[in-house]
């Protein structure tokens, strides 16, 4: 469990790829919050935010699932009160974030209007943070930043309620852009070949307890082989992130929590993992779309 008196553990990666045209970029990743009254309070959020700040990234990025699914104990909490907090988080090229599955299965709002809106919605909004959902946005700099909404929506790993739509939300990238994708599930990846150079995903936590734990929830249809870290097809990279609250149990054993951060350059490809230890190698390519 996470202390709170104790800052959490920064996985900190260097990525290089030729498909990023734009100076250096610092990336900080805060990935499956899942805020509730118990285990993740709200308090212990405004000090993630704190430690974020700190790191002084040029760029903050919520890949999804703001609110609590399926925890023992749980307590939710409002979307308007998470993004009250995360409000606070201050990078200078803006703060940017797409939707999880949880934030449409376990969105109250959601389920009584029949899923056509998230409560993330209007709060991020008033937050002043950039939801993507299935759009794009051009930072200062000149790149691109795609949010794809959740790809399962209130369904589940193998009969998913897809809500992503990547022709709509690449309409308006021009061809050649350096692109940064949030897609909270990390299987777009190796789902279709958009030649981004970076997407950011979470929704595995990293197993929770190490691959055992992508072995017993599936939260991937490629299995182990998109659960945690940095992955590599040529110079497209993906990261994908622990995360930082529980799914199920409030106990996370050999994959803590984290905050990701990523040094995003030009250049040939990375070979090398994040500085931090604990990287799974890359994976090969798909032969085949596994079945939904």
């Not at 610092?26 to 993740?40: E, F, K, N, Y």
């Not at 409000?87 to 709002?109: M, Q, S």
């Not at 790993?157 to 739509?165: A, E, G, I, S, V």
Request: charge should be positive; aromatic fraction near 6%.
């Amino acid at each position: 469990m996470i202390a709170a008196r104790h800052s959490l553990h920064v996985a900190r990666y260097q990525v290089r790829s030729r498909l990023w045209s734009r100076p250096g970029l610092r990336i900080a990743i805060l990935s499956d919050l899942h805020v509730c009254g118990r285990w993740m309070p709200l308090n212990k959020l405004a000090q993630i935010v704190a430690q974020t700040n700190a790191l002084r990234p040029d760029m903050v990025a919520l890949p999804g699932d703001f609110l609590v699914g399926h925890l023992v104990g749980k307590k939710p909490v409002p979307a308007a009160d998470i993004a009250a907090v995360l409000a606070r988080l201050c990078a200078p090229l803006g703060v940017f974030a797409c939707l999880g599955n949880h934030d449409w299965a376990d969105c109250p709002e959601a389920r009584q209007n029949g899923f056509v809106s998230s409560s993330l919605e209007a709060a991020m909004a008033r937050a002043g943070i950039h939801l993507l959902i299935n759009k794009a946005a051009q930072l200062a700099n000149g790149a691109y930043v795609v949010g794809l909404d959740s790809a399962i929506g209130h369904g589940t790993t193998f009969r998913p309620k897809p809500r992503h739509d990547p022709a709509r939300a690449f309409d308006n990238v021009p061809d050649g852009a350096a692109v940064i994708l949030l897609a909270h599930e990390p299987d777009f990846f190796l789902d279709q070949e958009q030649p981004v150079a970076l997407q950011i995903s979470g929704h595995t936590h990293g197993g929770q307890i190490g691959d055992l734990g992508i072995w017993a929830t599936q939260p991937s249809r490629y299995g182990a082989q998109l659960g945690y870290g940095l992955k590599q097809s040529e110079e497209r990279n993906l990261i994908v992130s622990a995360g930082i609250g529980y799914g199920g149990l409030p106990i996370r054993a050999g994959r803590t929590s984290e905050i990701a951060l990523v040094e995003m350059m030009p250049g040939l490809a990375s070979q090398a993992g994040p500085a931090a230890a604990g990287t799974a190698p890359a994976p090969a390519p798909a032969q085949a779309r596994a079945r939904s």
